[in-house]
């Protein structure tokens, strides 16, 4: 499908060349700029002038990379096309997804099998009207106080040891120099994104397997907020996706975790199923409604322009490692294959 953007490299190509023929004859430049009309009219007959809504919720974490899609889209593909990008939570936004609220539902960790069978409830089964988009690569992110001098660099079992209940004593009042002797005698401040985020998700099933997290834990829905918390506490430490680090770099540290070979920055070069910081990477995911994408023009069109270009383009921009590009190629087939 060709895209406005490309009407419009083709109008501006077509208008330098017949610029830089100005010194030719008057037949030759009534020549090429019929020649430059017609070329617009082919093309612009092509393109599918679409309008409509498109509405997206789901994942914080994941929010400023749909968000970014979403306007590029708007403003250089389908400018009457209405994209609207939520940011409630994984959790919250398959609450909406599940009864049919939204055309896709944005999460940092995979579909649950309690939410595949309530979709099944709705009249929507999971193989065959739901597609599954995994975007890109995220890095869970540890971060810290630009005063904290002392824990810039933390093994993953002490990170995973302070954030479990009971691990130094019962009331979960943990001081730094629990951790390491030679840390300061001062309580640990701990936060994080709270129970509607997959992040948290994240965090609690696969770094603590599912034990209890700390009783002093503070968590938040908005990351926004756990970033001015820990901006202005030396002894806090929180735990979100690497995009709000990148974003708050002036704010707050990156703690570089040790997975057993020496301390790793977070990183787009470190984070990847295969690099140093595998550890603490994840994949985030959009989930597609088939269903809208056969009734509705503009959500087919825009679930493509995610796969052949959006993902791959903005992924790093917004703090995301990319994917591989045939995985993106795979996904564009299928929908190809709709319409």
Same mark, same amino acid.
């Given at each position: 499908?060709?895209?406005?953007?490309?009407?419009?490299?083709?109008?501006?190509?077509?208008?330098?060349?017949?610029?830089?023929?100005?010194?030719?004859?008057?037949?030759?430049?009534?020549?090429?700029?019929?020649?430059?009309?017609?070329?617009?009219?082919?093309?612009?007959?092509?393109?599918?002038?679409?309008?409509?809504?498109?509405?997206?919720?789901?994942?914080?974490?994941?929010?400023?990379?749909?968000?970014?899609?979403?306007?590029?889209?708007?403003?250089?593909?389908?400018? +009457?096309?209405?994209?609207? *990008?939520?940011?409630?939570?994984?959790?919250?936004?398959?609450?909406?997804?599940?009864?049919?609220?939204?055309?896709?539902?944005?999460?940092?960790?995979?579909?649950?099998?309690?939410?595949?069978?309530?979709?099944?409830?709705?009249?929507?089964?999971?193989?065959? #009207?739901?597609?599954?988009?995994?975007?890109?690569?995220?890095?869970?992110?540890?971060?810290?106080?630009?005063?904290?001098?002392?824990?810039? +660099?933390?093994?993953?079992?002490?990170?995973?040891?302070?954030?479990?209940?009971?691990?130094?004593?019962?009331?979960?009042?943990?001081?730094?120099?629990?951790?390491?002797?030679?840390?300061?005698?001062?309580?640990?401040?701990?936060?994080?994104?709270?129970?509607?985020?997959?992040?948290?998700?994240?965090?609690?099933?696969?770094?603590?397997?599912?034990?209890?997290?700390?009783?002093?834990?503070?968590?938040?829905?908005?990351?926004?907020?756990?970033? #001015?918390?820990?901006?202005?506490?030396?002894?806090?430490?929180?735990?979100?996706?690497?995009?709000?680090? *990148?974003?708050?770099? #002036?704010?707050?540290?990156?703690?570089?975790?040790?997975?057993?070979?020496?301390?790793?920055?977070?990183?787009?070069?470190?984070?990847?199923?295969?690099?140093?910081?595998?550890?603490?990477?994840?994949?985030?995911?959009?989930?597609?409604?088939?269903?809208?994408?056969?009734?509705?023009?503009?959500?087919?069109?825009?679930?493509?322009?995610?796969?052949?270009?959006?993902?791959?383009?903005?992924?790093?921009?917004?703090?995301?490692?990319?994917?591989?590009?045939?995985?993106?190629?795979?996904?564009?087939?299928?929908?190809?294959?709709?319409?």
């Amino acid at each position: 499908m060709i895209k406005k953007l490309g009407v419009a490299l083709l109008a501006v190509s077509m208008l330098v060349s017949t610029a830089a023929c100005a010194s030719s004859t008057a037949a030759t430049t009534a020549g090429a700029a019929a020649t430059t009309a017609a070329a617009e009219t082919t093309a612009a007959e092509t393109v599918a002038e679409l309008s409509g809504d498109v509405i997206i919720d789901g994942s914080g974490t994941v929010y400023p990379l749909m968000a970014a899609i979403a306007e590029t889209y708007m403003v250089e593909v389908q400018p +009457e096309v209405n994209v609207q *990008v939520g940011r409630a939570g994984s959790s919250a936004g398959f609450k909406k997804f599940i009864p049919g609220e939204t055309d896709f539902s944005d999460a940092s960790r995979a579909i649950k099998q309690e939410e595949i069978d309530q979709l099944k409830e709705n009249g929507l089964n999971f193989e065959t #009207d739901v597609m599954e988009i995994k975007l890109a690569l995220d890095g869970l992110t540890m971060v810290i106080n630009k005063e904290n001098t002392w824990a810039t +660099e933390m093994t993953k079992d002490e990170i995973v040891k302070m954030y479990l209940s009971g691990s130094y004593n019962a009331e979960d009042k943990v001081l730094w120099s629990d951790i390491r002797a030679d840390w300061p005698a001062e309580e640990v401040k701990f936060y994080g994104p709270n129970e509607n985020h997959g992040t948290y998700e994240f965090f609690f099933e696969s770094i603590l397997k599912k034990a209890d997290m700390v009783k002093t834990v503070n968590l938040q829905q908005e990351y926004s907020t756990l970033v #001015d918390l820990v901006s202005k506490d030396k002894n806090a430490i929180a735990f979100f996706g690497f995009g709000y680090y *990148v974003s708050n770099k #002036d704010k707050i540290t990156a703690v570089k975790v040790d997975f057993g070979n020496g301390p790793v920055e977070p990183t787009l070069e470190t984070i990847g199923e295969d690099k140093p910081y595998a550890g603490f990477t994840r994949p985030v995911f959009t989930y597609l409604n088939l269903k809208y994408a056969m009734e509705k023009p503009q959500v087919l069109d825009y679930a493509k322009y995610v796969v052949a270009q959006g993902a791959a383009e903005l992924a790093g921009e917004t703090g995301f490692a990319p994917l591989p590009m045939d995985q993106y190629e795979a996904y564009l087939a299928e929908l190809n294959k709709i319409g």
